[in-house]
Nanobody
C-alpha cells in the first residue's frame, strides 16, 4: 500500500506563491511518474505538471513559466512551486504517483485546497 501526504495548500492573493509537497510512504518505491492534478468546481480534473524518474517534465500550458515541479527520489517526495498565482488556479490539488517497485500502481492523494483571491 501507498500513502500520499500532501501539504502546502491555502489562501493567497493573486500574484502570490505557494509550495505544495507530497510525500509517499508505504511498501512501494521508485515511482515512474510523480505529478499534480487539480480540479476546480464544476470542472474535470486536469493535469498540472508531472515528472518522470528519468527527468522528463510536462506542464499544462496554463501554468508554464509560473509553476515548477521537482522530485526528491530518495525521499519519494514531489513538490510544486507555484508563483504568480491567478484566481483561475483555484481548486483542489491532488498528488498522483504511478508505477513503482516492487508493485506497480496508480495512487492518489486526498487533495489540498488552493484558493487565490483577486
Amino acid at each position: 500500500q501507498v500513502q500520499l501526504l500532501e501539504s502546502g495548500g491555502g489562501l493567497v492573493q493573486a500574484g502570490g506563491s505557494l509550495r505544495l509537497s507530497c510525500a509517499a510512504s508505504g511498501s512501494v518505491f521508485r515511482f515512474d511518474v510523480m505529478g499534480w492534478y487539480r480540479q476546480a468546481p464544476g470542472n474535470q480534473r486536469e493535469l498540472v505538471a508531472s515528472a518522470t524518474r528519468g527527468g522528463y517534465i510536462n506542464y499544462a500550458d496554463s501554468v508554464k513559466d509560473r509553476f515548477t515541479i521537482s522530485r526528491d527520489n530518495p525521499k519519494n517526495t514531489v513538490y510544486l512551486q507555484m508563483n504568480n498565482l491567478k484566481p483561475e488556479d483555484t481548486g483542489v490539488y491532488y498528488c498522483n504517483v504511478q508505477g513503482g517497485w516492487p508493485r506497480s500502481g496508480d495512487y492518489w492523494g486526498q487533495g489540498t485546497q488552493v484558493t487565490v483571491s483577486s
